[in-house]
């Protein structure tokens, strides 16, 4: 039987460490690639302000806030999913939490790039190439395990 308080609790750890190094890593990439830091973030928010706000240039409430906490919500929503698949385990080592930390990040990438609607993918794609939208979910791999390991048990 799943403990699902304890899984909430931990995913809203590992997936606020996916966040943060997803964030910082699309920051980065933006730059490499010639543009501003913010838009990655500000392209998520294209759900609610359209296709053009990846254009936005500037942090501002409008777009970076919206984009940061739906950016947020959906690393605790993927973390839910990693922190379950790791309840399921019987190992708990690093290499098994990086495992299933980059298979729901893979999931999370079909998903979100070719499943569910358009208007609800991160968005990325309007602002950093291919090649930095597989970054940021490479980067998101890498803050579920980071995450995953901080929040395994002591024993393990």
Do not use: C
Not at 137 to 148: C, D, R, S
Request: aromatic share 8%; hydrophobic share 50%.
């Amino acid at each position: 039987m799943f403990d699902w308080i304890s899984i909430g609790g931990r995913a809203l750890v590992s997936g606020s460490v996916a966040s943060a190094v997803s964030t910082g890593a699309l920051a980065l990439i933006a730059r490499t690639e010639g543009r501003h830091a913010v838009q990655p973030l500000n392209a998520t928010s294209h759900w609610v302000h359209g296709e053009r706000a990846g254009y936005t240039r500037n942090a501002d409430m409008r777009h970076t806030l919206t984009g940061y906490a739906t950016h947020h919500a959906s690393a605790v929503l993927w973390a839910f999913v990693f922190e379950t698949l790791r309840s399921a385990r019987r190992k708990n080592d690093a290499v098994s939490i990086a495992g299933d930390a980059a298979a729901v990040s893979a999931l999370a990438a079909v998903v979100d790039y070719g499943i569910i609607p358009r208007r609800l993918s991160p968005g990325w794609e309007t602002v950093v190439s291919p090649r930095g939208v597989a970054g940021g979910f490479a980067a998101l791999a890498l803050g579920l395990a980071l995450g995953g390991m901080a929040t395994r048990p002591a024993h393990a």
